[in-house]
């Protein structure tokens, strides 16, 4: 089987091809990655400035997992191994919002998963199950 200049080309067009969708995989994970790490600088930044105040590391945190989440709501829970309760809250519908201003929350009133949904207009969504319980 001889190369005709046509199967030279379409082969060098399927190479260029296969490279562009690789490189295009690498400057999105590296984009990523420099938002993460922007993210967590951040976080970082405000524990150093917030000594002995938790409640700005908290609103640090749940903003920038909101940010990376695409989030328009956040709910940040801490747990003291019995009660757990709301340290940070953004974007909430009033009613939620009333909800977790009611104080601790006993073990058993919290949901045993989180669930992101990125376009609720599809109906899918990813679970993420937490054995035990949060």
Not at 58 to 75: H, Y
Not at 88 to 99: K, M
Not at 101 to 113: C, H, M
Request: proline share 6%; with cysteine.
């Amino acid at each position: 089987m001889s190369l005709t200049p046509d199967s030279v080309l379409s082969n060098l067009q399927q190479t260029v091809g296969g490279l562009q969708r690789q490189l295009g995989g690498a400057l999105a994970e590296r984009e990523d990655a420099l938002v993460r790490e922007t993210a967590t600088a951040e976080v970082l930044q405000v524990i150093n400035s917030s000594p002995g105040d938790l409640a700005p590391v908290f609103d640090a945190i749940l903003e920038s997992a909101r940010r990376l989440c695409k989030a328009e709501v956040g709910t940040l829970w801490a747990f003291d191994g019995e009660q757990s309760r709301v340290v940070a809250n953004r974007g909430a519908p009033p009613a939620y919002a009333e909800f977790l201003n009611q104080g601790p929350q006993p073990r058993t009133a919290l949901a045993a998963s989180a669930v992101h949904i990125a376009d609720i207009t599809t109906g899918r969504e990813k679970r993420w199950d937490c054995p035990g319980g949060l």
